[in-house]
């Protein structure tokens, strides 16, 4: 048995669970698996409610960083739950500005409308992105698997050249083939774009494994093609030795500090982001709040081997478990 490989189905194995959605709708509603889900997700979730993910903005600013706050879910299939959350997301708008708390609104689109009709989930992003246009902030549309990017991008497009919304970015990842193309296109708007690596399963025939070599090499040549064209761009990697070579082309290349930014997720990565911030570089954490985050936190454990076991630990380790927020229920 090759320990490696093991690891790697592993993760392949959550990450295909992650898109699941009965599973997801178990393990985030089954009152007896409810409270095994939240002891593994409470070290990557910032809460339930709005005024928990503000309470956590707060101690975010304290250290110097800027946010981006999510209302997790994904995959919504009912109109009248989609508009319902985005009045969840619109009440996160006017939280943040309320609070004076220098923080973007991070969506997936399909949370708000788009699979049950293209032009229901553009019109919610737009409400969304008005808001925050309103308030000089920026919204961050987040990528959802491959098959799904296409619509994605076009939306987004859409909120820019039909509505005008400047302040509307989006997520590329850079484990799929076809960015090479797509971001050329995507930097034609003058939102941010927000580099990942990827975390989707998806098929070898249209993405680079997440270890592979050829990932790393692709995300710092989409990286350094942002950096040096001047586009808006956040840096979203935990991988220190790109975080390292990208801050290094940066200051070799006397890169203007308010262009880009790197950005670390909330459970993940709080040394080298404070680290980052020591060295001058503008940075920002990204949370996320409410139930549906079977998905997203599959997803963080399925990136890196150690985490597995820690996922264990917490979910049968006496006391070992993060407390969930204080104020959430």
Not at 162 to 177: F, Y
Not at 248 to 261: C, D, M, N, V
């Amino acid at each position: 048995m090759h320990t490696p490989n093991m690891m790697a189905l592993a993760a392949d194995s959550l990450r295909s669970l992650a898109l699941n959605e009965q599973a997801k709708e178990r393990f985030c509603n089954d009152p007896q698996l409810r409270p095994y889900m939240r002891r593994v997700a409470a070290r990557y979730v910032a809460g339930q409610t709005v005024a928990d993910v503000v309470r956590h903005l707060h101690a975010v600013a304290a250290r110097g960083h800027a946010g981006s706050a999510e209302f997790v879910g994904e995959s919504c299939r009912n109109e009248g739950k989609a508009n319902a959350d985005t009045a969840v997301f619109l009440e996160l708008v006017h939280a943040i500005a309320h609070e004076q708390l220098p923080c973007s609104v991070s969506l997936d689109l399909s949370h708000v409308g788009l699979l049950v009709d293209p032009e229901l989930g553009y019109r919610n992003a737009r409400r969304i992105a008005s808001a925050a246009a309103s308030t000089g902030r920026e919204v961050m549309i987040s990528m959802e698997g491959a098959d799904r990017a296409g619509l994605i991008y076009t939306t987004y497009l859409r909120l820019h050249g039909e509505a005008g919304l400047d302040n509307v970015g989006i997520t590329v990842p850079a484990k799929l083939h076809r960015s090479a193309q797509d971001l050329p296109r995507l930097m034609e708007a003058p939102g941010r774009i927000r580099l990942v690596k990827g975390a989707f399963l998806e098929s070898p025939g249209i993405a680079w494994d997440r270890s592979s070599p050829e990932l790393a090499a692709a995300y710092r040549r989409f990286a350094q093609t942002l950096l040096t064209s001047g586009h808006k761009c956040s840096l979203a990697t935990h991988d220190a030795q790109l975080q390292n070579d990208l801050a290094g082309f940066i200051l070799e290349q006397k890169l203007p500090p308010q262009q880009s930014e790197f950005e670390t997720l909330f459970g993940l990565g709080a040394d080298g982001l404070d680290a980052l911030r020591r060295r001058g570089f503008q940075t920002r954490e990204y949370a996320i709040f409410g139930e549906e985050y079977f998905l997203y936190v599959l997803n963080r454990i399925a990136e890196e081997p150690a985490r597995v076991f820690q996922a264990v630990v917490d979910l049968i380790g006496p006391g070992t478990a993060p407390a969930w927020p204080q104020g959430a229920a």
